[in-house]
């Protein structure tokens, strides 16, 4: 059991290592166009190789890594060239207004999915199915920019319930998140209402379903009991999934809502090439990634006994 | 009805949804089960023995509807209950018991829990009650260690232990009517002897009537004291079963029990001093850290077939796919026709598989459901190194040679029942002109009367093309009826190697005679031996 965990942490660190090299590679590779991105495009070369002096960056490549990997571990992330301001200042609270509104699609898609894809999935053919899985397969073929555009024009526009911009400049209020959040559980929710539904069919055809029904088990607790919890496993792989597209795929929706959260930010660092930002949104997205598997995998392994690694198989072959 | 009758079907029709192959899938089928007695209903697929027993259950799957008659039981009749008292019904007066025990049990909660729950969805007993009873239960099933079995989750329990719990379920309070559809068609033969122990020792005493569902005559005979046989959805015969498998009066029944293979094998002339077409000597092969093959030699003189017969997770696969190569053996040699195959690559090692063929287990799954029979024959035969013309030409004298019409050439494989298919994939594996020929499981997923029409025709093309075969299966009867020589694997290891006749008659090994003794309906056969010749 200990092995396995050991094994599985290395693996975690692993990736990480490989993907901060790959990203040390990408930006830093090149030291003269740090420098011009750090000291602007109309600094004079002297300045830049002062700088450069200055900053350790004629040591060889391999040491500036891992001088960077220790800095960045220490949480030592540099200063903003836009924002002019230490990374750490600004990345943080940005994360946390995109945590806000990734949370709440998350809560939001999943309860919604999840409900309608029990509801179809329990009566394969039924009416609530077919009209589940065609508004599903609407709503995901949509891409988020059509959404947003698409709501806008209705409750923007044509009803005027809702403000167009999000930028929640006087204070958090909810008014402004309905419209992000909706486009966004429009687009995700449709495909895990799909995975559910799948689920929730296979699991309801299956011979312990058929043995529950024998032993004249009700509805609610074939459902509930026997079928759910077998049916839940593919989904709740999926929703892992969805944590770290929310961090990326918002990205569209907060430019369009002027959102000031994390997408905003990484799309604003990498139209000002701001390096150090860069760098540090890459290995945020990077640390999320990595911990939403582990969590994953510890709720699969939660959800099917199969794959636990038992110390003791309970049955010798007869 | 009888008084001691516990449910009794009354002119019972089960229409099939439009479209079918026939209009009803259980057409006017009056029969009674009794207390204390075991009735097996015994049919081939597709004869509407699965439709009976559902209906029976009050449960008819998707599509099917009652379509007259009456299954009364306790006074009452199901096919017109409500769903709400046929709930009521189910686990506590009328059980189930099904084919894949594995897969009945909720993978997700440990096994106890599973039988506890028929007493908590049935009575108000308390929780330790609860699980006193269950273990009871479990111990009565002759479960070894009931308390360690309780808490397991039924991938950590053997087949045979999940049915044994399956049936403690069934058992649970003590039904009236417990229904058994195909209980130990997906056991191992010794583990299936058992189970049909346990069901000989349930209808002694108590008060169950049993509906026994099965394809198997061996099992039929084992535990059976009335049987009926039905046929395209109708009952052909029904009656004692003395009288039923000795004098059976129906020709349908008597063709049936004429086509189950029995342990006698029959004369044999092949030839067994030819020269060996296949030598494996010392293969050794891991399935990762599980050592599948150990040190396994062995020989198939030219013309003659090798029936390797073994329970599930023996090996005898994986020797199979270890021989043509599609598994590496780690150290051992293979030769066929003297050459090294083992230390064989790239284009010599494709040149030379062509040289053996090998028929799988599903005729469904292994034929390419888009081409045509003749496509699929005539790419094996160009494959083979003949030209279109001439693997054309071939192509059709395969379908004669398996007993298909030649219009079979220009149809889809699902124009074709399961036999015909399988007679498809004979053709494609003689389309090559192999000399060696493996069949894997060839003949376990047909019916019996189809299985014998198999095994004679692989016996005949044998004669005709002097071609070399490797038969794998899990049926010691199977193997009696096609091999020259047998080779009894257990564990990866061969324990018994010799004259089939020998092999079957004067077992040596214990394992082998634990088979042989396991082997399903001997125990009234004598006399019946050359019926399937």
Known sequence: MLAAVLKKLAEVVGAMLVVSFIVFLVLEANVEDVAVKVLGAYSAPDQRAAWLEANGYLDPFLVRYVRWLWDFVTLDWGQSTLFRVPVTEILPQRLAMTGILAGVTLVVSTVLSLVLGILAGMNEGSITDRTVSFVSVLTTSIPEFATAVFLSAIFVFWLGWLPGASTMISGFTARELVLPVAVLTLYSAGYLARITRASMVEAMRSPYVRTALMKGASTSRIVLQHALRNALIAPVTVIMLHIPWLLSGVIVVEVFFAYKGFGTLLYEAALNSDVFLIEACAMVSVVVVVATQLISDGLYRLLNPRLRVSAKPAGATA | ?533
């Open chain 2, 1 to 533: 009805m009888t008084a001691d009758s516990v449910v009794s079907v009354e002119n019972l029709s089960v229409r099939l949804p439009r479209g079918a192959d026939r209009p009803f899938a259980v057409e006017n089928v009056t029969l009674d089960v009794r207390k204390g007695e075991i009735l097996c209903v015994v049919g081939e697929s597709g004869s509407g023995k699965s439709v009976l027993s559902a209906a029976v259950m009050g449960a008819l799957p998707r599509g099917l509807a009652f379509g007259g008659g009456r299954v009364l039981f306790g006074g009452q009749d199901l096919t017109t209950l409500k769903p709400r008292a046929l709930r009521a019904m189910r686990g506590k007066d009328i059980a189930m018991v099904f084919q894949d025990p594995i897969a009945s049990l909720n993978p997700a909660i440990p096994v106890g829990l599973q039988v506890e729950e028929v007493f908590q969805i049935h009575t108000d007993l308390k929780p330790e009650e609860r699980r006193a009873r269950a273990m009871a239960l479990l111990e009565s099933t002759h479960l070894p260690d009931p308390a360690r079995i309780h808490g397991a989750y039924p991938h950590q329990i053997s087949g045979g232990q999940c049915q044994r719990v399956v049936i403690a379920m069934a058992l649970a309070l003590d039904p009236k009517l417990l229904i058994a559809d195909e209980p130990t068609t997906a056991l191992d033969v010794t583990t299936q002897a058992q189970i049909l122990k346990l069901f000989n020792e349930l209808r002694g005493g108590s008060q169950h009537g049993i509906l026994f569902i099965t394809h198997d005559f061996g099992v039929v005979r084992e535990v059976a004291d009335r049987v009926a046989v039905m046929r395209h959805g109708q009952l052909v015969e029904i009656g004692p079963a003395a009288d039923v498998l000795d004098r059976p009066t129906h020709a349908y029944t008597r063709t049936l029990i004429a086509s189950v293979p029995s342990l006698n094998p029959p004369a044999r002339t092949t030839d067994l001093t030819a020269p060996p077409a296949l030598k494996a000597d010392d293969l050794v092969a891991f399935y990762g850290p599980v050592k599948a093959l150990k040190d396994v030699s062995v020989t198939i003189p030219k013309g003659s077939t090798l029936a390797v017969v073994g329970e599930s997770g023996s090996g005898k696969s994986t020797l199979a796919r270890t021989i043509i190569r599609l598994h590496e053996p780690d150290s051992g040699t293979i030769a066929v026709g003297g050459v090294d195959y083992t230390a064989l690559k790239g284009r010599d090692l494709q040149e030379r598989r062509r040289l053996i063929q090998m028929i799988f287990q599903n005729p469904f799954g292994s034929l390419n459901p888009r081409r045509t029979v003749g496509d699929v024959l005539m790419r094996a035969g160009v494959l083979g190194g003949q030209t279109a013309t001439a693997a054309r030409a071939r192509a059709l004298e395969l379908l004669d040679l398996v007993r298909l019409p030649r219009e079979a050439f220009d149809r889809r494989p699902d124009a074709f029942s399961g036999g015909q298919r399988q007679r498809i994939s004979i053709a494609r594996a003689l389309a090559m002109n192999p000399e060696i020929v493996i069949a894997d499981e060839s003949v376990s997923a047909l019916d019996v009367s189809v299985q014998a029409q198999v095994l004679n025709l692989l016996d005949d093309l044998q004669k005709k093309t002097g071609m070399t075969m490797l038969f794998i299966t899990h049926d010691l009867r199977v193997a009696a009826q096609i091999a020259d020589h047998i080779a009894v694997m257990k564990r990866g290891e061969v324990v018994e190697y010799g004259l089939a006749r020998d092999v079957l008659r004067r077992p040596q090994h214990p394992y082998t005679r634990d088979l042989v003794a396991a082997a399903p309906g001997q125990t009234r056969e004598e006399g019946q031996g050359a019926a399937a010749e």
